[in-house]
């Protein structure tokens, strides 16, 4: 991969990653709803829920109505595949809750 297509590809990824910080925290349940491909997985711990309209039920109820929160997560780390065609990401997050209590970190 070109060293310009390779740097716009980690920058594409890290700014999708923060987006979805931000849409979450601000409760943008149709930005957020846009992020996903039909496909989408998200899966935590043993739970996953499949499919871009399941993980945006989940998403969108998995906290009560009027919670306020924040996402704050580092640099993100992107490898890129070999066929340039499949990435993994990699970030450290603290969420900090409505009681501003750091209640997540992984």
Not at 17 to 30: N, Q, S, T
Not at 80 to 92: P, S, V
């Amino acid at each position: 991969m070109d060293p310009i297509d390779r740097l716009v590809a980690v920058q594409e990824i890290s700014d999708l990653i923060g987006r979805y910080c931000m849409l979450f925290d601000d409760e943008d349940w149709a930005g957020l709803h846009e992020l996903w491909t039909e496909e989408a997985a998200f899966v935590v711990d043993d739970a996953a829920f499949e499919g871009r309209d399941e993980l945006m039920r989940f998403l969108s109820t998995c906290l009560p109505a009027g919670y306020r929160s924040k996402h704050m997560i580092s640099r993100p780390i992107v490898d890129l595949g070999a066929d340039g065609a499949t990435a993994r990401a990699r970030t450290d997050v603290v969420w900090i809750a409505a009681n501003f209590e750091n209640t997540i970190v992984g």
